[in-house]
């Protein structure tokens, strides 16, 4: 799509993009070419010498055995995530359309979460779960269970798992909210005259016509549940106990700063950046064909 | 007779029923959004022993100036770790960081949408492509040869090497390109035959008319700015460069030392009330923000 | 096939009173219209029948049945709204299956009442596709025959064809029309047209603001309009109102410009100078050099087979009328129809008939 009236130059528009694609072209594209060129290098960890080993950094990779743990505990953790945070928005957002007095307050009341970075949201969680000083996570020890998510895998994933769904409800619930208040009133009373009471309402007429918001947000929380739930783990499982906790990205990390392993980690950093190419492939796909009723 | 007023009773007492369950949902939710802030805010009013002993405060205590005051300034009295940094430091650190990242996102993304937008130029889709490209991969995933990148430009600890990187957004020249293509035709016809080159025309006619765009965008880019981890957190090992958010991280340690958790939650408080505060003062701006970007 | 009455049904919305106590019998098979300006309560008093609000006051009965705390699921209507509120995700065929298959009816009489329902609308062969797919004209008619395929007690019309363009909006009023003497379902039809109301209505109601102005048939509301609301509201150009006295001992009206102008029908009561006002419709103006009133023409609208005169009284009064043919050459005098004239007090408004 383009303008029919525009200036004429080339000179000028050169200059205004030098900027953004300088920084894309140094700090994204650059970088992004290393990484592909490092994950069929083999280097030592002084970097002394490297070797082209075409992809045998990907096999090692895909046949670790903690690699495949991780990818398991990725998909675990992040569609966890994503059903926990949209179904909880859903439900407010269904609660909030309702047309109830204060329903602005509530809004309000419900969107800051999204303010709160995720590392920061992990120690919150953690104040509250703490097997000492915490809490559940005293009222857990004392009720008889042996709470103590620094040992035990699953009450780790379990309170990560929590900790970084808290955070995304905030934006699903927006858009949600968003999705019902696009719905025609006349519809639903139409449905309402046919003889649907409110429940076959919301799953024959509410929820097909929220499908387009609904795959979008899916995408959305699984990119997030990859990504940006870095901040979440480090603060408070740092990965652990063991493996329980890593994710794809933490383990990206976890191999390329704390064990210098280049090449595992660049490959490992190509993979993810095939399956955020699909993912968000898929989110363009949906966007473009986003049904216009 | 019965009839009918067994069907008035059902259908008063179905439609009650529904508005109580949506108060309750929603005021449910809003507690449990409200909690985990609430504990920590009651926490950071109590004394490191009580916390320390686990003597789990509901309301507030008296020593919430005090535990403040020592976050403010020292970041802690160093009992556990040595390398304390005040929460003043770091406040100001982040604010800069998020203040840069944001502007310099919108900066530069306006320009780069208004060059793709009003002017025709060979590879002006090429250019537009390789900036579109940028939204499929964030920054995590390459995250190592980034940092790389940064190493052999000696960028490492400093506020540009924090702040610059993260400055080419695809969504934000997305959303300006977006905005740009609806101006009319006849703005520009208009500007031209007023003698109005490009630049001025932008000057006059395309910034004023982007301001509200501008303002969504600044708080989400504020909050993405504030809330940034893996990158600080590599590229800074100079404590007196840490953020807020990072540095909160790094207080807890998970030895057997004992945490200063007073302070520490002192800090938390610190490190999320600023984004929250914008979200909560320019909220109309932050969902228009939010809804205009995704799509 | 049902009767309906409403029974002093009121409303207000917080401390702002939208009706106040209408009665309305509607007797099965018959479409009555409900007309008025935007803000009457017309929608609002369609909207309580249907059960999508509830009533301040009031009850509204079905076939003798209260149905005032039923939801619109329980009352057995069907509804066809301004803006058709098609189901958009669902095809054609699926709209008008929607709500029977709530009931539970069986696939087989689904399919046979749909078929038939579209066959009566010409909407075979549109019946896989989904509503984006369809023009206007198609939607509302997908609309009706989604109200249809129910056979409810009740048909209720939202202002149907206010989205329709003029010449649709022309045959689709006959359509509808026709359907329903066919199908004799009870119907209620509200809309802000008053050529709707009259070509469409068994019997109007004429709202003002929350009341019911007037309720009779077409031609009664035209020829003994109950106000001066209703005079002017029916009937197009508007009836002109004259302020005037009674004279003659109320036998005759004395007009501001002093034309003295008999009242055929009979004296009016309240005697020697009550204030009242004349209502006269245009078409009932007749040119007469000798006895008219004079009047200063502003713009003269010719229709072809008519031409509508905007003009001025001597005294400023401005007056419309509609006369056959061109317009006269050289100056123009009225005088009424004898026997069309309208008394209303001047005061309330209200038709004073002959004593």
């Known amino acids: 799509m383009r303008k029919k009236v525009i200036f004429p130059g080339v000179a000028l528009p050169a200059a205004l993009l030098l900027p953004q694609l300088l920084i894309t072209g140094i700090f994204f594209f650059w970088p992004a070419g290393q990484a592909v060129w490092s994950s069929f290098l083999r280097e030592d960890a002084f970097g002394l010498s490297r070797e082209f080993v075409w992809f045998e950094n990907f096999a090692a990779v895909l046949t670790d055995p903690n690699y495949l743990t991780v990818v398991r505990n990725t998909a675990v953790f992040s569609l966890s995530v994503s059903v926990l945070a949209m179904g909880v928005a859903l439900f407010l957002a269904v609660q909030a359309d309702k047309a109830i007095r204060g329903a602005t307050a509530f809004k309000t009341l419900l969107i800051w979460p999204y303010a709160v970075a995720p590392a920061v949201a992990a120690v919150l969680w953690l104040f509250l779960f703490h097997p000492q000083i915490g809490i559940f996570g005293r009222m857990l020890n004392g009720a008889g269970i042996a709470w103590d998510y620094k040992i035990n895998g699953g009450q780790a994933m379990t309170l990560v798992i929590v900790a970084a769904a808290w955070k995304q409800v905030s934006y699903n619930f927006i858009f949600f909210l968003a999705g019902l208040q696009s719905i025609p009133r006349n519809v639903l009373e139409a449905a309402a005259i046919d003889g649907a009471r409110p429940v076959r309402r919301f799953w024959t007429i509410v929820f097909p016509l929220i499908s387009p918001t609904t795959f979008f947000l899916l995408v959305v929380n699984l990119v997030y549940a990859f990504f940006d739930t870095f901040g979440v783990i480090h603060a408070l499982t740092q990965g652990g106990p063991g493996l329980a906790t890593t994710t794809l990205i933490y383990k990206v990390y976890v191999d390329g700063v704390q064990n210098l392993n280049f090449g595992a980690s660049a490959a490992q950093s190509v993979i993810l950046m095939l399956l955020v190419i699909v993912m968000t492939g898929l989110q363009f796909r949906f966007i473009e064909r986003r049904v216009h009723y | 007779m019965g009839g009918k007023d067994a069907h008035a009773a059902a259908a008063g007492r179905r439609r009650l029923r529904g508005l109580i369950l949506a108060y309750a949902a929603l005021g449910l939710g809003v507690l449990v959004f409200a909690f985990p802030i609430w504990m920590t805010l009651v926490g950071s009013t109590h004394d490191v022993g009580t916390l320390g002993r686990g003597d789990v405060p509901l309301w507030f205590g008296p020593h919430g100036p005090e535990n403040y005051a020592l976050a403010w300034s020292t970041g802690g009295l160093g009992t556990r770790n040595t390398f304390a940094v005040p929460a003043s430091a770091m406040l100001i650190n982040s604010a800069l960081m998020a203040l840069l990242i944001a502007a310099g996102k919108i900066a530069i993304s306006l320009l780069s949408a208004y060059a793709v937008v009003f002017f025709a130029f060979p590879g002006r889709m090429l250019a537009f492509w390789l900036i579109f490209i940028t939204l499929m991969l964030p920054v995590e995933v390459r995250i190592i040869p980034t940092f790389e990148v940064m190493v052999d430009l000696a960028l490492t600890n400093s506020m540009a090497g924090l702040t610059v990187p993260l400055m080419a957004s695809a969504t934000a020249t997305l959303l300006f390109r977006q905005f740009f293509l609806t101006i009319p035709d006849e703005y520009v016809e208009a500007a031209k035959m007023d003698g109005a080159g490009p630049l001025r025309f932008f000057r006059d006619v395309a910034l004023p008319l982007s301001v509200t765009n501008i303002a969504a965008l600044f708080v989400i880019l504020f909050i993405y700015g504030w809330n940034q981890y893996l990158w600080p957190l590599l590229m800074v090992n100079d404590r007196s460069l840490e953020t807020i958010v990072v540095g909160l991280t790094k207080m807890i340690g998970t030895g057997d030392a004992q945490n200063e958790w007073n302070t520490i939650m002192a800090t938390a408080m610190l490190a999320l009330l600023p984004p929250v505060l914008v979200v909560v003062l320019m909220q109309r701006w932050f969902i228009r923000g939010l809804t205009e970007t995704e799509k | ?355």
């Open chain 3, 1 to 355: 096939m049902a009767s309906l009455e409403i029974q002093g049904v009121a409303k207000s919305f917080g401390a702002t009173p939208v009706l106040h106590g209408i009665d309305l019998a509607v007797a099965d098979g018959e479409m009555v219209v409900i007309v008025g300006a935007s803000g009457c309560g017309k929608s609002t008093l369609l909207r309580i029948v249907a059960g999508l609000e509830a009533p301040s006051a009031g009850r509204v009965l079905i076939d003798g049945r209260d149905v005032t705390p039923l939801e619109p699921a329980d009352r057995d209507i069907a509804m066809v709204f301004q803006t058709y509120a098609l189901y958009p995700h669902m095809s054609v065929f699926d709209n008008m299956a929607y709500g029977l298959r709530i009931r539970g009816l069986p696939r087989a009489e689904i399919a046979e009442r749909v078929r038939e329902a579209a066959a009566l609308l010409s909407l075979d062969g549109l019946l896989e596709r989904k509503p984006r797919q369809l023009s206007g004209g198609q939607r509302q008619r997908v609309a009706m025959g989604r109200a249809i395929v129910r056979h409810p007690k009740l048909f209720l019309f939202d202002e149907p064809l206010s989205n329709l363009d003029a010449k649709l909006r022309v045959q689709m009023r006959a359509e509808i029309r026709r359907l329903q003497r066919r199908l004799g379902v009870t119907s209620l039809f509200v809309t802000h047209d008053q050529v709707e109301a009259m070509t469409l209505g068994d019997r109007l109601v004429v709202m003002h603001e929350g009341r019911a102005a007037q309720v009779g048939t077409p031609m009664e509301v035209w020829s003994k309009p109950a106000d001066t609301y209703v005079a002017t509201f029916i009937g197009s150009p508007a009836m002109n109102l004259l302020p005037a006295t009674l004279a003659e001992g109320g036998h005759a009206a004395r007009l501001a410009c002093g034309a003295v102008w008999p009242l055929a029908d009979g004296p009016r009561p309240g005697g020697e100078g009550r204030a009242v006002t004349i209502g006269i419709r245009p078409e009932h103006l007749r040119p007469d050099g000798s006895a008219g009133l004079p009047l200063a023409i502003d713009l003269a609208e010719p229709l072809g087979s008519e031409t509508v005169l905007h003009g001025r009284l001597a005294d400023g009064t401005p007056l419309t009328a509609r006369l056959a043919g061109g317009v006269p050459p050289g100056a123009l005098a009225l005088v009424p129809e004898p026997g069309a004239l309208h008394v209303f007090d001047r005061e309330t408004g209200l038709r004073l008939e002959p004593a």
